[in-house]
């Protein structure tokens, strides 16, 4: 092979190899800031937005509880997980700025001795992503 050739092949791969570390770089980079750009997005949305329970009615008779929640927040939280004991929860979806909604769980043995309720946000995973403020409540027996 010709000197002339050999150079222009070396620098074709060098010029290959080079493209192949930015884009590799780029994308690494690219997913570092669209993740910390979820997180930002899903922080401001836990802060504007804040649940609360209402009320808490156990009904020995039935084994039914009923817990009400609300959001005294500015904004709709995407949901909200209310959950006691091991593994009890359910999810409400759309709970929209000063609006209340309530959750019944049936067939409850153990009288739980509170509930929590907590706002989520899905990331760009579409997974839940439980907001920090989450507020706790007793059980009231009827």
């Not at 937005?49 to 817990?67: A, G, Q, R």
């Not at 005294?72 to 209340?100: P, Y």
């Not at 995973?125 to 007793?138: A, G």
Request: glycine content about 6%.
């Amino acid at each position: 092979m010709k000197k002339g050739a050999v150079e222009i092949i070396n620098v074709m791969l060098i010029l290959a190899i080079s493209i192949a570390a930015i884009s590799i770089l780029w994308g690494f980079i690219m997913g570092v800031i669209e993740e910390r750009a979820d997180t930002a997005r899903i922080t401001s949305s836990c802060l504007d937005s804040v649940v609360e329970i209402v009320f808490t009615d156990y009904n020995e008779t039935e084994k039914s509880l009923v817990v009400g929640v609300g959001n005294v927040g500015s904004r709709t939280a995407e949901g909200v997980r209310v959950i006691f004991g091991k593994n009890k929860n359910d999810s409400l979806q759309n709970l929209k700025s000063l609006e209340w909604k309530g959750v019944t769980f049936s067939n409850i043995t153990t009288i739980p001795e509170e509930v929590t309720a907590a706002q989520y946000y899905l990331d760009s995973n579409d997974e839940p992503f439980l907001c920090d403020n989450s507020h706790t409540m007793e059980v009231v027996v009827n």
